[in-house]
């Protein structure tokens, strides 16, 4: 029976990504391959639980969504990652798959959506991105019914430029969501804001709904 290795399963409002706002049950993973230097999931680097994915189906199952994210952590550190996301797009469940872009997404079904968390200059894991994921996701888009979303957490107006470069070069504005979000206490919502309004960057600010629903709870939002 295949194992996973889990720090938290919970439910809660999706609080990112185009499906902000939706009730959604969060998978999260342990161990990850980075150590960002704002990272707010750093229990998330010491296994918490071992689960079978099918006891992780049972758990799941008791929420009333069909909407899972399966985040960490880097899920994707996991070799069992592929095989729990295809046993829950098996038991119905719309998936996203929360990743930080430094290892490949070429295997995962088509069904998934990836979003992919481009670590920028002053995250301390800085040239991380898998340069491959371009062409993966552009073969992805490719395929009418696949989808995948590009997020950008900003710790100052180098990150800043650094992310308006990077969707420039590969040219990805108009094939997918872009999502940029201001690190807190580092770049504030309004500096953001008006950083993208002054370039009319055809991106969406985002801000952590479940922070602003729970302020001051870091785990189980
Ligand atoms: S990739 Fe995510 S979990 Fe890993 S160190 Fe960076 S912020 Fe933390």
Redesign the pocket.
């Known amino acids: 029976m295949q194992q996973i290795n889990i720090s938290e399963i919970f439910y809660s409002i999706q609080g990112e990504s185009t499906y902000a706002g939706f009730p959604c049950v969060f998978i999260r993973l342990s161990g990850?391959n980075?150590?960002?230097n704002y990272?707010d999931?750093?229990y998330?680097w010491e296994v918490n639980d071992t689960l079978s994915i099918d006891a992780v189906l049972e758990k799941i199952n008791q929420y009333p969504t069909d909407l899972v994210e399966v985040t960490?952590?880097?899920p994707l550190f996991q070799d069992n990652c592929p095989a729990l996301l295809s046993a829950l797009l098996s038991h119905g469940k719309r998936v996203l798959l929360e990743t930080?872009g430094s290892l490949s997404i070429g295997k995962l079904p088509q069904e998934v959506t990836p979003i992919l968390d481009v670590k920028c200059p002053d995250s301390g894991?800085s040239d991380s991105f898998n340069s491959e994921n371009i062409h993966h996701i552009r073969h992805r888009l490719e395929k009418k019914s696949a989808s995948c979303e590009l997020k950008f957490v900003l710790s100052s107006k180098n990150d800043y430029l650094w992310a308006v470069q990077f969707i420039r070069r590969h040219q990805l504005s108009m094939l997918l969501p872009i999502l940029f979000s201001p690190v807190r206490d580092r770049v504030s919502p309004q500096s953001l804001a008006q950083w993208i309004m002054d370039d009319g960057l055809p991106v969406r600010l985002q801000l952590q709904l479940h922070s602003i629903i729970w302020p001051g709870f870091s785990r189980g939002v």
Do not use: I
């Open positions: 990850c980075l150590r960002c990272c999931a750093d998330t960490g952590g880097e930080n894991s």
